[in-house]
T-cell receptor, first 113, second 114 residues
Framework: DAKTTQPPSMDCAEGRAANLPCNHS???????VYWYRQIHSQGPQYIIH???NNETNEMASLIITEDRKSSTLILPHATLRDTAVYYC??????????????FGKGTKLSVKP | KAGVTQTPRYLIKTRGQQVTLSCSPI?????VSWYQQTPGQGLQFLFE???????NKGNFPGRFSGRQFSNSRSEMNVSTLELGDSALYLC?????????????FGPGTRLTVT
């Protein structure tokens, strides 16, 4: 699975959009980009994933560059409850046959009032 | 639907003892994965079970083992505990055919080895 690079920490004002970048310059054609987050002392929470098209769900949007070497997770209106460590994970989609994830150090997002 | 449940939530053991942790996946989920989280190493994959069979294993010593029952509930066991085994142990389950995509994590079991 390709390696990802994320900034160790970011701040965001409450109510503003939080844009979390992820670099995955060695991503291969069959690798997906996944985002999870972990709020302090809780288990990680799945947010969103995508291959090459931009994706949106009720939690966030995922923007993947055309060359797929980087992506941005967007939380449109950050709240204090979005303060968490955000993990960008790149991995092959095994078609639902393998369930392990490789977590890096992630980005600690602090949403401030 | 109830989420992934893990018991116990907190545990204190002595070096050399063994411990068993339990995980009940979300109803209908047949895949269960286990992870260890420590401040130094972060989140590391331990093993994955699907239909009572271990499908995948991380790079951990043989002291770490697991199993899955016919109702998809899973247990992990650590024998001959070491101080370095102190960690948050997380269990995750996945919906059918989405094991590699969406994982739903439990709250974890905080194990302290003294």
């Amino acid at each position: 699975d390709a390696k990802t690079t994320q900034p160790p920490s970011m701040d965001c004002a409450e109510g503003r959009a939080a844009n979390l970048p992820c670099n995955h310059s060695t991503i291969s054609g069959n690798e997906y980009v996944y985002w999870y987050r972990q709020i302090h002392s809780q288990g990680p929470q799945y947010i969103i994933h995508g291959l090459k098209n931009n994706e949106t769900n009720e939690m966030a949007s995922l923007i993947i560059t055309e060359d797929r070497k980087s992506s941005t997770l967007i939380l449109p209106h950050a709240t204090l409850r979005d303060t968490a460590v955000y993990y960008c994970i790149v991995r092959v989609d095994y078609g639902g046959s393998q369930g392990n994830l490789i977590f890096g150090k992630g980005t600690k997002l602090s949403v401030k009032p | 639907k109830a989420g992934v449940t893990q018991t116990p939530r907190y545990l204190i053991k002595t070096r050399g003892q063994q411990v068993t942790l339990s995980c009940s996946p979300i109803s209908g989920h047949r895949s269960v994965s286990w992870y260890q989280q420590t401040p130094g190493q972060g989140l590391q994959f331990l093993f994955e079970y699907f239909s009572e069979t271990q499908r995948n294993k991380g790079n951990f010593p043989g002291r770490f083992s697991g199993r899955q029952f016919s109702n998809s509930r899973s247990e992990m066991n650590v024998s001959t505990l070491e101080l370095g085994d102190s960690a948050l142990y997380l269990c995750a389950s996945s919906p059918p055919f989405r094991q590699g995509r969406e994982q739903y994590f439990g709250p974890g079991t905080r194990l302290t080895v003294t």
